[in-house]
């Protein structure tokens, strides 16, 4: 039977054997929330970057430009990382490169895996649906905050371990098993026991709580974004 394994933040991949796996990157609050809404709004395909500079090369090639670093929005950039930005007219048929505090840094922490798949609670049912199909063993990476622990993704990576077992995949490692516990605890009110976290107090205090509000929806795509060949597509 596959296995599914969680790894808390991106500075313990490194603990991981990736080749052969799928990696689901979760960065609920807010990247991979955002590059969900940012397809459904019809961008082409989106490239994720590590720094800023790497960002700011994409500009002449007409993409748009997006990016966030401690929660803001970084100047020069057409788009921050709300999940509000990419709900505009104008990003659609349109590429996008986007570097993040959190998220693009994991999915390039993941890049010796074989597949590659991008996670939020907006798309949940649809990442199980997908490596429920292809039964591969599968690792969920929580993007974590500055490769530290955080409590958005572990909800995400319980949810989503949790679908998984209840389907036939093994479920052995201590991650996933306190990640599901978790996730438990929090079901019935996500948004309430989000809202304790350390991000969202963060946000609170920039006054962009309503991302969260949004963040914690289910399903509502049924779409998986993948990376392939250094960009992410549907």
């Excluded at 052995?172 to 516990?181: C, L, R, T, V, Y």
């Excluded at 996500?190 to 962009?208: N, Y």
Aim: hydrophobic content about 45%; some cysteine.
């Amino acid at each position: 039977m596959p296995q599914i394994e969680t790894v808390y933040s991106p500075s313990l991949i490194e603990h991981y054997s990736l080749g052969g796996k799928t990696v689901v990157v979760a960065d609920v609050l807010r990247a991979t929330t955002s590059m969900c809404v940012a397809f459904a709004h019809g961008i082409t395909h989106i490239v994720p970057l590590v720094s800023i500079y790497e960002t700011i090369l994409y500009k002449p090639q007409n993409y748009i430009t997006a990016g966030e670093r401690n929660g803001q929005k970084v100047e020069g950039f057409e788009k921050g990382n709300s999940p509000f930005d990419f709900m505009d007219h104008d990003i659609k048929d349109k590429p996008l490169a986007i570097t993040t505090t959190n998220g693009t840094q994991a999915i390039h922490a993941s890049l010796a895996a074989a597949n590659i798949y991008i996670g939020a609670f907006v798309n949940l049912q649809a990442v199980a649906n997908k490596l429920l199909a292809e039964g591969q063993d599968t690792i969920i990476l929580c993007a974590g905050w500055k490769n530290k622990f955080n409590l958005e993704d572990t909800l995400f990576a319980g949810a989503l371990a949790g679908l998984l077992y209840n389907s036939g995949f093994e479920m052995n490692d201590d991650a996933s098993i306190a990640a599901e516990a978790l996730y438990h605890t929090a079901q019935n009110d996500l948004t309430a026991f989000i809202k304790k976290s350390a991000h969202a107090q963060r946000f609170e205090r920039m006054g962009i709580d309503r991302d969260i509000d949004f963040c914690m929806q289910l399903d509502i795509y049924d779409f998986v974004p993948t990376y392939v060949d250094g960009k992410i597509v549907i």
